[in-house]
């Protein structure tokens, strides 16, 4: 299943103080960690940790030094307690375009050697430079969405309050892709629902171009659009809380 693209739409529901919504089209990359320098190989428009139309860097994840991910990963997994021997661990997340990107939410998908998923692990980033991985165990299940729920530590919004829950629905990437994240308030009102939904398509230098000139300069318009949603929350009276720094741990089991 792996390299791949997704093809979709990223949609945000504000259901409160103000209603406010919005959509986007955007394109997701599932690399596997163990794969990427054949991808880079095989494909003239990818690149791993070098310069390309399209690249991946070890830096901009996990401890964000260009370590390998994958004994990270491995580290993760130790400390919440995951026995099971790690096979393939793919990443969902939008890549580097001409060298720039920004990742609000990055997702890796971690299986053991049969294949089968044993932990999702979240990786969450703000605007201010800052980084927090949330590390769910998953128990053995058939087709059904994977459900929990988290408490939030790590700042994202500053129209948004830390007193927070997030309640995620996903299914691991296959033919489609299916995200849902509500935050609930501190009186467990649902304040924001925020979806990905997507379309898989094999990645090869043709699909590459395609989302090139399909989603121009992506990545800048993530970060553009943040801002501009923000400007339009400011203007409908939503209360700017200011920024909250990061937890004094990085990750949250």
Same mark, same amino acid.
């Given at each position: ?29 599932? =690399? ?5 320098? *054949? ?35 491995? !580290? ?37 050697? *049969?294949?089968?998923?044993? *932990? ?6 703000? !605007? ?18 994977? !459900?929990?729920?988290?408490? /939030? ?9 830390? /007193? ?15 995200? =849902? ?12 629902? $925020? ?6 398509? $094999?990645?090869?230098? /043709? ?13 800048? /318009? ?22 909250? *720094? ?8």
């Amino acid at each position: 299943m792996t390299p791949a693209l997704y093809h979709g739409i990223v949609r945000h529901i504000r259901h409160q103080p103000v209603r406010h919504r919005f959509a986007y089209r955007v394109f997701s990359c599932l =690399l596997d960690l163990d794969e990427l320098p *054949a991808t880079d190989c095989r494909l003239n428009l990818f690149s791993y940790n070098r310069f390309g139309l399209f690249s991946f860097f070890d830096r901009d994840h996990g401890k964000r030094d260009g370590s390998a991910l994958r004994p990270w990963i491995e !580290t993760l997994m130790s400390q919440k307690g995951v026995q099971a021997s790690i096979g393939a661990i793919h990443i969902l997340c939008f890549p580097r375009i001409l060298g720039f990107v920004f990742n609000p939410l990055s997702i890796f998908w971690v299986h053991d050697l *049969a294949g089968s998923l044993i *932990a999702i692990v979240y990786e969450v980033k703000n !605007t201010f430079g800052d980084q927090h991985c949330y590390v769910h165990a998953v128990a053995r299940q058939a087709n059904a969405p994977i !459900t929990h729920t988290r408490d /939030k530590v790590f700042f994202v919004s500053p129209f948004i309050d830390m /007193k927070a829950q997030y309640r995620f629905r996903v299914r691991p990437p296959g033919d489609d892709l299916s995200i =849902l994240i509500r935050e609930l308030d501190g009186q467990a009102q649902e304040l924001l629902t $925020a979806t990905l939904v997507g379309q898989r398509e $094999a990645m090869t230098d /043709k699909s590459l171009i395609a989302a090139f000139f399909r989603y121009p300069l992506m990545t800048l /318009k993530v970060v553009a659009a943040i801002h501009w949603e923000a400007f339009h929350l400011w203007r409908k009276g939503v209360r700017f809380l200011g920024y909250s *720094a990061p937890p004094p741990k990085d990750v949250s089991f």
